[in-house]
C-alpha cells in the first residue's frame, strides 16, 4: 500500500517536525521536494495526513494513526538494531515477562547471582501488577498460571500453586486483645481467612483488614509485621527460607492452577532463555526443599510437585 519505501521517512520527519521545511532541513533535501513526495503519499491513499496551517504541518486524524504506527515500527527496527551490535560484542538482551511480586521478593534478592552466572546478559522485565494471564508475546520468556485442565501451551513447570498464610515473626510475638489483620489481594474473591480455623498468633479480637491492588506491596505490609497475608510460595519462599517471613497456619491451600513459564507465541525460544529458566526453577526447586527441612510438618514439596 505504499507508493515508495521513502515516503515512510518523509513523512515521519514532517510529523515529528511539525514542518516540511524543518523535515527538508534533516533530510537533506529542499522543501519543494518533501511537499511533492508527501503530496504523491496523500493522493496514493486517498487521505489527507497534514493541514497546513501558517508554515507549519499538523497532522490530521487519519496522519495521528499513521504516525503512532509508523513510529512503533522504526523503534521496533531500532531495538532489533541494537541487539544486533550487543551481540556482535557477546552481549544478548533476554526479555521476562513476570509479575512485580515475583520480581520484588524472589529475583531481585538474587539477582547478583542470576548475574553473576549470565555475565554476558541484560536482562529486561515486563512487570504484570496484576493477575499473571494472557499471551506472552513480544518476549524471551513469561510466567504464567493455567488451570491443570486447560490444554497445554508449551510451558515448562515451576511449580503447582500453593499458598500459605504468612507474616513476620515480630508479629506472631505480639499479644494484646486486637484481633489478627488479614492483608488481602483486591482481586482475590472470597474471604481467604476464613478458610483457616486459627492462626499461630496470639490474637483473638474481631479480624480487620487491608487491601492492595500490586501483590509486592501485600508481602511488603507482612514483612513489616502489618498483618497475615495469604503468600503464594513461587513469590514468598525467599522469605519463608530467610525467616523474614514464618508460617501463620499449620496448612497449606492447594489449587487446580499451575505456574509455568511459557515461550513466546510469536516467536521460537531462543537458547539463553531457555538457560535462565532452568536456572530459575532449580534456585527455586533448591528453596523449597530447604524450606520444607525448617517447617516438616507443611509437607511442602509433595504439595508444590
Known sequence: ML??????????????NGSFTAAAVELNVTQPAVSRMLGQFEEHLGVRLFDRKA????????????YRRVLDGFRSIETGLVEIERRRKGTETVTLSVSSAFTTHWLMPRIDKLQRQFPKVDLRFQLISGALRGPVENVDLGMRFRDRDEPSSGGTLVMKEVMLPV??????GQTGPEGNTIIRLAETSGDWAADYPSFLT???????ALSFTDYAVVVQAARLSQGIAL??????????????????????ATTRRICEFLPPRNRPMRPIAAEIRDWIIEQMRRELTAIDRIHAKLGLISACY
Not at 4 to 11: G, I, K, P, T
Not at 55 to 66: D, H, K, N, S, W
Not at 231 to 250: C, E, F, K, R
Open 167 to 172: 507474616c513476620s515473626p515480630g508479629y506472631v
Open 3 to 16: 507508493p515508495s519505501s521513502n515516503a515512510l521517512f518523509v513523512f515521519d520527519a514532517a510529523a515529528r
Open 202 to 208: 496470639k490474637r483473638r479480637g474481631a479480624a480487620k
Open 55 to 66: 508554515g507549519r504541518a499538523v497532522l490530521t486524524e487519519e496522519g495521528e494513526l499513521l
Open 231 to 252: 503468600g503464594w510460595l513461587a513469590v514468598t519462599s525467599h522469605w519463608l527460607l530467610t525467616g523474614a517471613l514464618v508460617p501463620a497456619s499449620d496448612a497449606l
